[in-house]
Every structure is written in C-alpha cells, then in structure tokens.
C-alpha cells in the first residue's frame, strides 16, 4: 500500500472516529475534502468497505437504503428518525434471554444480536 493510500485511509478512519452522527460516504467525502483535497468519493467509499471488513468500522444499513458508517465498534443499538433519517447510540439492550431463545430454535453458533430501533427525533418530534 502507497503512503497517500495510508494517509487516506488514516484519515477516513479518524473522521468517523471524531463523530457520532453515522455519516454516508458522501458525507464523509465533504468533511475530509479540505484535508484531501485529492481525494474522490469512490476512494472513500472503498476505504469505507475496506475498513468494514476489517472490523474497524461498523456500516448501518438505514431506512432510506443509504449506507452509513459508524466508528464507534463497541456493543450499542442505534434509533433512526423515521423522518429525517437522523441515527443516534443507544445503551447496548439487555438481549441475553433474546440470544438464548433464538439459539434454541437455530443450529448456528448465535453471538450477537443488533437492534434497529426507529422513531421520531427531537426535532421531527416537535415539529410534527
Ligand atoms: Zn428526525
Ligand atoms: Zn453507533
């Protein structure tokens, strides 16, 4: 790996590091345009891949279908406003009973279990 393809890849990693609002690749893409001013949105969004499969980051798949990439990977669930898309962390859901009950009825080695909850936002919330 070249030392720009390091350097991008670096930066991608910590801009999702330094955010908790699970952006889209293209989001990603606008905010690290002034570090990388070279940088295209398909090498983002290949990093992004890159560094999915490699455990570094967790990608969210959403309502609306567009990918969102998240650089907190310990244990929590995610709400999404049903409205305007917005993703935000939740506490991990006490899902020990879940996983026994789904391991009882599935020959697969069960080890986690992710919840999507959805809902209003404070601000749809309000304006609705
Ligand atoms: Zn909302
Ligand atoms: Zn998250």
Redesign the pocket.
């Known amino acids: 790996m070249s030392r720009r393809n390091t350097v991008q890849k670096s930066t991608i990693l910590k801009n999702l590091q330094e955010r908790c609002d699970h952006p889209s690749a293209l989001d990603v893409y606008h905010s690290i345009k002034s570090e990388l001013p070279q940088v295209s949105l398909a090498t983002v969004y290949r990093n992004l891949e890159d560094l999915s499969q490699q455990g570094k980051v967790r990608k969210l798949d959403t309502l609306d279908d567009i990918t969102r990439f998240d650089g907190n990977i310990s244990p929590h669930s995610h709400v999404i406003?049903?409205?305007?898309?917005?993703i935000e962390d939740i506490a991990p859901v006490n899902s020990d009973l879940m996983l026994k009950e789904a391991q009882k009825n599935s020959l697969f080695a069960i080890r986690e279990i992710e919840f999507v909850f959805s809902g209003?936002?404070?601000?749809?919330?309000i304006s609705n």
Do not use: F
């Open positions: 406003c049903s409205h305007c898309g917005a209003l936002c404070p601000n749809c919330h």
